[in-house]
């Protein structure tokens, strides 16, 4: 079965990082396209960074430049790196898989900002 297990959050302060993690199986994780999403209480979900099968990168205005999105195909692993990190970029992080023409979600890891 299609697995996604976040990892990684927790609480940081104002300024800190995180490395979350989210190791993927039972699908072909190589050809997948890999995201990842947050949802704050009372908001949507938004996309925060996707990652393609190629390496393309892509990263929502508001963590560009301050976020990095990678893939390990031997892991099985994407990750996402966060620095300089802000109060609102305190929600519930998912990871998903995209493999055409399915997607799969994980069970999300709470990201905390706070002083």
């Known amino acids: 079965q299609v697995q996604l297990v976040e990892s990684g959050g927790g609480l940081v302060q104002p300024g800190g990082s995180l490395r979350l993690a989210c190791a993927a199986s039972g699908f072909s994780f190589s050809t997948a396209t890999m995201s990842w999403y947050r949802q704050a209480p009372g908001k949507q979900r938004e996309l925060v960074a996707s990652?393609?099968?190629?390496?393309?990168?892509n990263y929502a205005d508001s963590v560009k430049g301050r976020s990095a999105i990678s893939r390990d195909n031997a892991t099985s692993t994407v990750y996402l790196q966060m620095n300089s990190m802000k109060l609102e970029d305190t929600a519930v992080y998912y990871c998903k898989a995209s493999v055409f023409p399915n997607y799969y979600w994980g069970q999300g890891t709470q990201v905390t900002v706070s002083s």
């Open positions: 990652i393609s099968r190629g390496g393309t990168t």
